[in-house]
């Protein structure tokens, strides 16, 4: 066996791994004359003859897809052969150990270290991820560290699993192993870009607490405390910890999306050594206190300098019936577009195109400006924000300073007290009186391709000069509602003060779309992660 010869190319010359499904073998390529990884894949002898055929195809077809992936933190896949009635997975060798092999001989990570790691693997599947592809398997077994330092994501789109750890079947056929599986993909076999967020969440957990958040004794009990308990205690993840909570959450909508989660990694890996438990971090505190709505396990909320009044707690707005609701991502490096310190927050709103009836903002209809609205400073007819009592239907608290605001015109929104309101056209306001930060909603008609309407938007205001020294930083499709992009960049403002800008434009339905706006000052903009996972739960359409 030491030589055999795979589809007549491949010689196969050490086995350096082996798993429930497979097994990997270190090979020759005597076309091109270079090593590479050939992986076996085995089906479990109890499978079914049909299962085991369709899970032969199936490794097929996503294997293949993976193949188009070509990004410095994935394994490459070179090529998929039928040989000896199993399919080979032939991929890029790469010298390395498994994180999981790391933790296993030097024990738990550093939490910088860790989110360096989680940083990279979060590349991989964004990558992943824009390219329709699935991992379905994120676990520390799959996490390579190669010799030289680099980190890569292996086994892509194949939902294998190592050691036994326990296989389930399903619509997906292989659910992966327990103590990394999402919630949802353990109860229901079904997978999205979300559960790969959760099994990323376990294996940082894993990587720095050394152990998942539900080792059990056995796979049953894994999956029972999946089901039914928060992840267990955090006691080494320190800055790390606000990345944690946010992506092991189990419901999949309040989780946190590759987009939020990033400005949080970047926070962990750049912090100097905080002891573990602790979080000096200002922005990090901010986020553990926004994080109150969003904590598997109780969270002190930390109060930020110089924010308004506590409001009364609220609860987390029901999904409208009839109406497929989807969380509204503030994504790329927007994911730090909320406040760290008396925040305001940037989300559009959208309803149809009619003027806001008087009242709901209390500024006269005007034009919208050409490059962003509420940029000048409120009215005179601007009101403020007022501290409410929470609506009925709203399950979760806002944090310190915020209240529910319900819009006439159609929407509900977390607001900062005592901001100004006022409207500019079909635009909703909110704005802190001297604050640079803004906050507004905005209605407009559905947008057939909302990538395409960014780089109109994008054109049109480079070419009339009203973005001085303007940089793009992303444009991009988003999966929201019914479809979604983000235009996300900087310029320099009329006094020349740089400035940054993130619009998430959504669609809701054949004839409506939303747009979530949120515009900072350059210097501030990396704090401004904390307030967004709850201004984006919190956001609902009211019509």
Excluded at 421 to 432: A, I, M
Aim: glycine share 8%; with cysteine; net charge neutral.
């Amino acid at each position: 066996m030491h030589q055999l010869l795979i589809a007549g190319r491949y010689r196969l010359l050490d086995l350096v791994g082996t798993g429930g499904m497979g097994r990997v073998w270190l090979a020759r390529d005597e076309m091109l004359h270079r090593d590479v990884a050939v992986k076996e894949v085995v089906p479990p002898s109890w499978l079914a003859e049909t299962e085991r055929e369709e899970l032969r195809l199936r490794t097929l077809r996503e294997a293949r897809t993976a193949a188009r992936l070509n990004h410095p933190n994935v394994v490459r896949l070179y090529d998929v052969v039928h040989d000896r009635e199993s399919p080979w997975i032939v991929m890029e060798y790469v010298p390395s150990r498994s994180v999981q092999q790391i933790i296993s001989a030097e024990g738990p990570l550093s939490p910088q270290r860790t989110a360096r790691i989680g940083l990279a693997v979060l590349a991989a599947l964004r990558a992943a991820h824009t390219a329709g592809v699935l991992h379905r398997d994120v676990k520390p077994h799959n996490v390579l560290v190669a010799d030289d330092g680099r980190v890569v994501l292996t086994d892509f789109g194949l939902a294998t699993f190592d050691g036994g750890d326990g296989v389930m079947t399903g619509p997906g056929t292989v659910l992966g192993s327990p103590q990394f599986v999402a919630p949802e993909r353990a109860r229901e076999g079904v997978s999205d870009a979300r559960t790969d967020m959760w099994s990323l969440g376990a294996t940082l957990y894993a990587t720095v607490e050394g152990q998942s958040p539900y080792a059990r004794s056995s796979a049953m009990a894994t999956l029972s405390a999946l089901a039914t308990e928060p992840p267990d205690p955090m006691r080494r993840a320190g800055p790390l910890r606000p990345a944690l909570i946010g992506l092991l959450q189990r419901d999949p909508w309040r989780r946190l999306t590759a987009a939020e989660a990033e400005p949080l990694l970047r926070s962990a890996a750049a912090s100097h050594g905080e002891p573990a438990g602790s979080v000096r971090s200002s922005a990090v505190a901010a986020v553990l206190s926004a994080g109150r709505a969003i904590a598997p396990h109780p969270v002190e909320p930390v109060a930020p300098p110089d924010e308004p009044a506590t409001p009364a707690p609220g609860p987390r707005p029901r999904r409208p019936p009839g109406r497929r609701r989807r969380l509204i991502a503030l994504g790329g490096a927007a994911t730090a577009l909320l406040v760290a310190g008396g925040v305001t927050l940037a989300l559009v709103n959208r309803h149809d195109d009619r003027t806001p009836p008087s009242g709901s903002g209390g500024g006269a209809p005007t034009s919208r400006p050409a490059a962003f609205a509420c940029t000048s400073a409120p009215p005179p007819s601007a009101t403020p924000v007022v501290a409410v009592s929470p609506p009925p239907d709203v399950k979760y608290g806002l944090r310190e300073g915020w209240t529910w605001y319900d819009d006439p015109t159609g929407f509900r929104i977390a607001a900062p007290v005592g901001w100004a309101r006022w409207t500019e056209g079909s635009v909703t306001c909110f704005r802190k009186s001297g604050g640079s930060r803004v906050l507004s909603v905005e209605a407009g008609p559905d947008r057939a391709d909302p990538v395409a309407y960014w780089k109109a938007e994008e054109a049109r205001l480079t070419a009339t000069a009203a973005l001085p020294g303007y940089r793009r930083v992303d444009i991009s499709a988003m999966d929201i509602f019914e479809g979604g992009a983000v235009w996300e960049c900087g310029w320099q403002n009329a006094v020349g003060v740089p400035v940054h800008s993130f619009r998430l434009l959504a669609n809701t339905s054949a004839d409506r779309s939303y747009t979530v706006s949120w515009l900072t000052e350059e210097f501030d903009w990396q704090v401004n992660a904390a307030y967004l996972p709850m201004i984006r739960q919190s956001f609902t359409p009211t019509l």
